[in-house]
C-alpha cells in the first residue's frame, strides 16, 4: 500500500504536463449583435488542436446579472485540423438576460480540467422593438383624411411575424394588426383640430414582451374660419373716437396671425377709408366734428371670409355763438343743418332793440349777423337767447372767423333775465343801417313824442300837420338831401337833352 501511493502521485502529475503541451485555438461567434426576447441564440464553434486530443467541449452564457451553462459535447482533434462543433440546441433569449451578454467556449479533458478557453464577439439581449413609419412628417387640414403606412421589427431587423399596433392622436387611439411586420392606419383630422404641431404615437407589442415606439409630426394646416370685430363704442357722438381690434380665427377658435382688409363706409354708403392690418391689433379712427348722423358699416374681411360692425353716429343739433366787432357769428357745430328764428336783444340804457332772424346754417358753417346795419349808433349789451341747443363760444375765434373780424371784443355774460344771456356788454356799435331803415326809425321816435300822452298832437291838435311836415322834410334833407339832388340834377340834364 505504501509503495501504491508514490506511484499513483506521479501519475497525477504527469497528465497535466501531457495536456499543457496542447494548444488549442478556439473561435466561437454569435450569429447576430442584438436578439429580442424569444429569439434563438445561434452560436457557431471551432478548435484548432496541437496535438490530437479526446475531451470535452463546454458552452456558457454569460450576461450582466447572468450566467448559464447550456451546452456540453465530446471532442476529438487531430492534431492540426480544425474542428468545427456541431451545436444543435439552441438558446433562448429570455428577461434575466436583458443586457450586455458573450458566449463562453472551453475545451475539458474528460476529468473536467480546462485546456482552453475563449469566448465571442458581444452581443445584447433587448426587449426593444423598432417601429418605422413611412413618413416621420406629414401635413394635414382640419377634416381630412390620412394613411399611414410602416414597418415593425426587431432590434437585429428582422421583420415582426405578428404584432399588435396603436396609432394615438389627441387622446385618441386607433388600433391594428402588424401581420410580417407591416401595419397600417386610417386617421381622420377633426373638422376642430388645433392648427400646429402634434404628435402621432405609433406603438407596437407582440406576445413575446418586445414592444417599441416611434413618433410621427402632425402639421395641422390653419383653417381660417370666421373674423371677430370688437369695437370700444358701437353708440357715439361726432367728434369721437373709436378702437377697433378685428381677429382672424381658426377652426379651433384660435388667432390666425394675418392681415385683414377694414372698410368703412357711411350710411350713405361713401366709402370713408379702407386699410389692411394685422390680426387681433388695435388700431384706432376718429370721426368728424360733422359726420353724418346715422349707421355706419365697418367691414373685415379676409379671401372670402366677411364680417362687419354697425357704429351709430347720433344726431347733435348744435350751434355757437359769438361777438366780435360788432357781428353776431353762429356757427353750426353739430352733425345736422340747424333752421331756428333766434331774436338777439340789444339794450343800450332804457332802449331796447330785438333783432329776429331766421337762421339756417349747414354743419361746419356759420352765418354772421351785422349788428351795425340793425342798430343806431350806441353803447351797447349784446343778449343772445338760453336754448339746448345753443352754446356760446369762450375760446378765441378760428381763422375763419378771424378773417372776418378787424377785432374781437371780449366774452362778457350778462344774466337780464333766465331766457337770456349776455355775449357782449358795454360794445360801441356804429350806424350802417340803409337809409330806410334810419328814417323808419327816426319816424317811429318821432311818433312816439307827438302822439305820446304829453306829445305836442295830443296838446295842440292843430299844430299837428305843420309839425309832421317840417320834420319829414328835416329827414329828407338829412338822410335823403344828396338823392334828391341827384335826382333833380338828372330831371334837368334829360330837360334839357330833350330840348335840343
Avoid: W
Avoid at 478557453?117 to 445584447?124: H, K, R, T, Y
Amino acid at each position: 500500500m505504501k509503495k501504491a501511493l508514490p506511484l499513483f502521485l506521479v501519475c497525477l502529475l504527469i497528465v497535466p504536463i501531457a495536456f499543457a503541451d496542447i494548444k488549442a485555438d478556439i473561435k466561437i461567434a454569435a450569429e447576430q449583435h442584438a436578439y429580442n426576447l424569444g429569439n434563438k441564440i445561434r452560436v457557431s464553434a471551432s478548435i484548432l488542436g496541437s496535438a490530437d486530443f479526446e475531451g470535452r467541449f463546454k458552452l456558457a452564457i454569460a450576461c450582466d446579472n447572468y450566467k448559464f451553462e447550456y451546452f456540453l459535447t465530446p471532442i476529438s482533434l487531430e492534431s492540426g485540423f480544425r474542428t468545427a462543433v456541431n451545436i444543435p440546441e439552441e438558446l433562448k433569449a429570455k428577461p434575466s438576460m436583458l443586457g450586455n451578454c458573450t458566449i463562453i467556449g472551453s475545451l475539458l479533458t474528460d476529468d473536467s480540467l480546462a485546456v482552453g478557453e475563449s469566448q465571442s464577439n458581444g452581443f445584447i439581449v433587448t426587449k426593444q422593438l423598432t417601429v418605422l413609419p413611412s413618413k416621420a412628417r406629414i401635413t394635414s387640414l382640419p377634416g381630412e383624411k390620412i394613411e399611414i403606412f410602416g414597418l415593425v421589427s426587431e432590434l437585429f431587423g428582422n421583420n415582426v411575424l405578428q404584432a399588435a399596433a396603436k396609432a394615438s392622436l389627441n387622446n385618441r387611439s386607433y388600433t391594428s394588426d402588424a401581420m410580417d411586420g407591416k401595419f397600417n392606419f386610417t386617421l381622420y383630422m377633426p373638422n376642430t383640430i388645433k392648427s400646429g404641431k402634434h404628435a402621432i404615437e405609433i406603438a407596437a407589442s407582440d406576445s413575446k414582451g418586445n414592444a417599441g415606439s416611434s413618433f410621427i409630426e402632425l402639421e395641422i394646416t390653419p383653417v381660417p374660419n370666421y373674423i371677430k370685430t370688437e369695437l370700444s363704442d358701437y353708440n357715439i357722438a361726432p367728434g369721437s373716437k373709436i378702437y377697433i381690434v378685428s381677429s382672424l380665427y381658426d377652426q379651433a377658435d384660435e388667432l390666425i396671425n394675418d392681415s385683414l382688409d377694414l372698410e368703412l363706409k357711411s350710411p350713405n354708403g361713401g366709402k370713408i377709408f379702407g386699410k389692411s392690418m394685422q390680426s387681433n391689433d388695435k388700431t384706432d379712427y376718429e370721426f368728424s366734428q360733422y359726420a353724418e348722423p346715422g349707421i355706419y358699416i365697418l367691414a373685415s374681411a379676409y379671401k372670402n371670409l366677411f364680417t362687419q360692425a354697425l357704429i351709430n353716429i347720433t344726431a347733435v343739433r348744435e350751434v355757437k355763438i359769438r361777438y366780435g366787432n360788432e357781428t353776431i357769428l353762429i356757427e353750426n357745430v353739430g352733425n345736422i343743418p340747424f333752421e331756428d328764428e333766434l331774436t338777439f336783444i340789444l339794450e343800450s340804457g332804457l332802449n331796447k332793440y330785438p333783432i329776429t332772424k331766421k337762421i339756417k346754417v349747414e354743419p361746419g358753417k356759420m352765418v354772421a349777423i351785422d349788428l351795425s346795419k340793425e342798430v343806431p349808433l350806441g353803447i351797447y349789451n349784446v343778449l343772445s337767447p338760453i336754448r339746448e341747443s345753443i352754446g356760446y363760444a369762450k375760446e378765441k375765434i378760428n381763422e375763419t372767423v378771424s378773417s372776418l373780424l378787424p377785432e374781437k371784443e371780449d366774452f362778457v355774460t350778462i344774466v337780464p333775465n333766465p331766457s337770456l344771456r349776455g355775449i357782449a356788454a358795454n360794445v360801441t356799435i356804429h350806424d350802417n343801417r340803409h337809409i330806410y331803415k334810419k328814417i323808419a326809425g327816426s319816424l317811429s321816435s318821432i311818433s312816439g313824442s307827438l302822439v305820446g300822452a304829453d306829445g305836442i298832437l295830443t296838446k295842440n291838435p292843430l299844430a299837428g300837420p305843420m309839425i309832421l311836415a317840417t320834420v319829414v322834410l328835416l329827414i329828407i334833407l338829412r338822410y335823403g338831401g344828396k338823392p334828391l339832388l341827384k335826382l333833380i340834377k338828372g330831371k334837368k340834364n334829360d330837360d334839357s337833352k330833350g330840348n335840343k
